[in-house]
């Protein structure tokens, strides 16, 4: 775990700044989210997302090559979800943030 303030290895900051950058696309979002608490067929993602199966496959592709999800086979089909902690947490812990922000806006005079 690194401390904060210690120098961070530059090779971990890249592949840091690709993950962010893999999560910044709306739609790649969306897929990380929908896998977060369950693993989800593509069909399944395509269909509750409004986009074809093979935009979803294409995205899936990155997001496996990242490490931010993981696939696990079924049969004939093969399932996504969030399989590290680490990002579970990360996400969980944004949408928090998000959720509360929006509540605050709510709260504030004159809204």
Same mark, same amino acid.
Not at 69 to 96: K, N
């Given at each position: 775990?690194?401390?904060?303030?210690?120098?961070?290895?530059?090779?971990?900051?890249?592949? %840091?700044?690709?993950?962010?950058?893999?999560? @910044?696309?709306?739609? $790649? =979002?969306?897929?990380?989210?929908?896998? !977060?608490? *369950?693993?989800?067929?593509?069909?399944?993602?395509?269909?509750? %997302?409004?986009?074809?199966?093979?935009?979803? @496959?294409?995205?899936? $592709? =990155?997001?496996?090559?990242?490490?931010? !999800?993981? *696939?696990?086979?079924?049969?004939?089909?093969?399932?996504?979800?969030?399989?590290?902690?680490?990002?579970?947490?990360?996400?969980?812990?944004? =949408?928090?943030?998000?959720?509360?922000?929006?509540?605050?806006?709510?709260?504030?005079?004159?809204?």
């Amino acid at each position: 775990m690194a401390v904060r303030g210690a120098r961070i290895p530059e090779d971990q900051v890249v592949e %840091l700044a690709e993950m962010f950058q893999m999560m @910044s696309d709306p739609t $790649r =979002l969306r897929i990380i989210l929908a896998c !977060l608490d *369950a693993p989800v067929s593509v069909g399944d993602m395509a269909d509750g %997302l409004g986009i074809s199966a093979s935009l979803v @496959s294409h995205h899936l $592709r =990155l997001l496996r090559a990242a490490r931010l !999800l993981m *696939a696990e086979r079924r049969g004939r089909q093969v399932f996504y979800v969030v399989g590290d902690s680490h990002i579970r947490s990360m996400l969980t812990d944004m =949408l928090d943030h998000v959720a509360e922000g929006e509540v605050e806006a709510e709260q504030a005079p004159g809204a």
